[in-house]
């Protein structure tokens, strides 16, 4: 695709449930990042991938956060059994490869969990 | 610890007049930084970026301007437009430990009136 698309845009989960986020970073594109953003701040990094290898986990806020890029493409970033304070809008951004280059944003999923 | 640091959570700016948005870093192993743009419900969307080799960028009516012995960075806008009328993040990136992430302030807000 054009861009990077995440889906769902919206996810509502009960406490203590499961939820899976899916993002298509832009083709050919070989780093992928996830991150966090709070109502009033700006993004917080969870976790990057370059290809399949997930090379920095180091934001990742507890052992429920998960994530994968099984294939070196589309990435899931799966939270188990969900809090309140998960709450957030999780965005996913690609970057062509190594070096300093422009990384793109997807729209994000905003997480509610009630 | 806050390692990018955008001061001011705000700025209002009358249309046609420039807009100048402000940035400073602690980490001296930051070498390359960019503004994003963010409208809401949206993600953010790349404007500009600097290598710290350079001290100014310039592309249309956005110029980036770097004081890396000062550990600051702005953003110019000339002139403002309506549309300019967003919320704008500065992010910084090293090679810290492997990794590539983006750090991100927390953003300002630009509202520029007609």
């Known amino acids: 695709g054009a861009g990077v698309s995440q889906s769902p845009r919206y996810k509502v989960a009960k406490r203590g449930q499961d939820v899976a986020l899916r993002c298509d970073p832009i083709s050919g594109h070989v780093s992928l990042f996830w991150y966090q953003q709070a109502l009033g701040q700006g993004p917080e990094f969870l976790t990057y991938f370059q290809n399949e290898a997930q090379l920095d986990k180091s934001g990742l806020p507890s052992d429920r956060f998960f994530a994968e890029r099984p294939e070196g493409s589309v990435s899931t970033l799966k939270i188990q059994r969900t809090q309140q304070e998960d709450s957030a809008v999780y965005l996913c951004?690609?970057?062509?490869?190594?070096?300093?280059?422009?990384?793109?944003f997807g729209q994000g999923t905003r997480l509610t969990v009630v | 610890d806050q390692q990018v640091k955008q001061n001011s959570p705000s700025l209002s700016v009358q249309e046609g007049r420039i807009s100048i948005l402000n940035c400073d870093y602690t980490n001296s192993m930051f070498d390359y930084f960019l503004w994003y743009k963010k409208y809401p419900a949206e993600g953010p969307t790349f404007l500009i970026s600097i290598s710290s080799i350079k001290d100014k960028n310039e592309d249309g009516r956005f110029t980036v301007f770097l004081n890396k012995s000062a550990k600051h960075l702005s953003l110019h806008i000339v002139p403002s437009q309506p549309g300019d009328s967003a919320v704008y993040f500065c992010a910084a990136s090293g090679k810290m430990g492997g990794s590539e992430k983006l750090v991100f302030g927390k953003g300002t807000k630009l509202t520029v009136n007609p």
């Open positions: 951004a690609s970057r062509r490869g190594r070096g300093y280059t422009e990384a793109f």
